[in-house]
């Protein structure tokens, strides 16, 4: 039987992570070019490295198959970020060296980014929590492992006195996740955006929690696990 281990993420989990979020995101739908897909997938998941204040990994013999990376209202430190503000600076200066038909992706995807922040400003809600990265591999979906790193993430935003969270998703992720799990569709827009096979409609959702004493899932699988905050 695999064990399944749930811990903080570490800088060796990096890569694989990024494998990940290619994956999830369906990136590869806006480029072939794996240059372009390696700064991306960086720059993205630096972004959210700055912008989280609590992580866990679930590793299965030894791979990290699935992660979520959350926020609450509390102060990161500027010095545990430096070297995700450089590796950030870095990815921006690939970017700015790429040529003109690769940086297409980046402006397309930019579309994206201002519908969230379309979304988060129209929805005049006080979040204290945000689930900044949540992802489980494709082929490990149906086994109970996202519900288990959202329940640890309730717990943790419940023991700091976290009351509402929020989320962003969209149409070609498994939203329905949070529609079958007691989140409430806040927000969505259509976008129009450019992929190698033409021209595409993406739906952009913000999702909303309550924290409680509710969790979404009471059965669990058997774990190993070690989380904290960072």
Do not use: M, P, Q, W
């Given at each position: 039987m695999s064990s399944l281990v749930y811990r903080k993420i570490r800088k060796s989990d990096y890569s694989r992570v990024k494998e990940l979020i290619i994956e999830a995101f369906k990136f590869k739908q806006y480029t072939s070019n794996s240059k372009v897909l390696d700064i991306f997938s960086e720059t993205y998941l630096r972004r959210c490295l700055l912008a989280q204040n609590y992580s866990q990994v679930v590793e299965e013999n030894g791979e990290v198959i699935g992660l979520l990376l959350g926020k609450i209202n509390k102060k990161n430190k500027f010095l545990k970020n430096a070297p995700n503000l450089l590796s950030l600076f870095i990815c921006w200066v690939r970017a700015l060296l790429t040529d003109k038909k690769n940086k297409a992706f980046f402006?397309?995807?930019?579309?994206?980014?201002?519908?969230?922040?379309?979304?988060?400003?129209?929805?005049?809600?006080?979040?204290?929590?945000?689930?900044?990265?949540?992802?489980?591999?494709?082929?490990?979906?149906?086994?109970?492992?996202?519900?288990?790193?959202?329940?640890?993430?309730?717990?943790?935003?419940?023991?700091?006195?976290?009351?509402?969270?929020?989320?962003?998703?969209?149409?070609?992720?498994?939203?329905?996740?949070?529609?079958?799990?007691?989140?409430?569709r806040m927000g969505q827009k259509q976008i129009n955006v450019n992929t190698v096979n033409g021209p595409s409609d993406l739906g952009i959702y913000l999702y909303s929690y309550k924290v409680g004493e509710y969790l979404i899932n009471k059965q669990l699988p058997n774990t190993r696990s070690n989380f904290v905050n960072q």
């Open positions: 402006l397309e995807y930019k579309k994206v980014s201002d519908a969230y922040a379309n979304l988060i400003k129209e929805c005049n809600d006080n979040f204290d929590g945000e689930v900044v990265l949540f992802i489980v591999g494709e082929k490990c979906r149906g086994k109970g492992i996202g519900r288990r790193l959202v329940n640890n993430y309730l717990y943790f935003c419940k023991s700091n006195n976290v009351r509402s969270l929020y989320l962003f998703t969209d149409s070609k992720c498994n939203y329905g996740f949070y529609d079958n799990n007691g989140f409430e």
